[in-house]
């Protein structure tokens, strides 16, 4: 069992960044490759970004790469969210996931996850 709290959320201007922080509880956290999704009103959950449990393999959708960057602290049980270059419709809710894996695996869909966060709110102003 793995419990997931998000925090580093907030009202960031257009350009702003943030840095979220997903701290999970338990002691096989670097058992777990993780994952951000995102979900803004009446749209459904979305891909953000993903690291291995190894921190060797990352992965980001397309709308984000140069701009975010996942990483993962092990000895911390913390996955961060670095998030640059904030754009408006980047507005949502992010949520941190997380699933057993093997070193370099890395997941992207919902549902390859079993773990979640409460979520933090995100709110990008033009």
């Known amino acids: 069992q793995v419990q997931l709290v998000e925090s580093g959320g907030g009202l960031v201007q257009a350009g702003g960044s943030l840095r979220l922080s997903c701290a999970a509880s338990?002691?096989?956290?670097?058992?777990?490759?993780m994952g951000w999704f995102r979900q803004a009103p009446g749209k459904e959950r979305e891909f953000v970004a993903a690291?291995?449990?190894?921190?060797?393999?990352?992965y980001y959708t397309d709308s984000v790469k140069g701009r975010f960057t996942i990483s993962r602290d092990n000895a911390k049980n913390t996955v961060y969210l670095q998030m640059n270059s904030l754009k408006p419709e980047e507005t949502a809710i992010y949520y941190c996931?997380?699933?057993?894996?093997?070193?370099?695996?890395?997941?992207?869909?919902?549902?390859?996850?079993?773990?979640w966060g409460q979520g933090t709110q995100v709110t990008v102003s033009s």
């Open positions: 338990g002691r096989t956290f670097s058992s777990y490759a």
């Open positions: 690291i291995s449990w190894s921190g060797g393999n990352t």
């Open positions: 996931a997380a699933r057993l894996a093997d070193s370099g695996s890395y997941y992207y869909t919902p549902e390859e996850y079993d773990y």
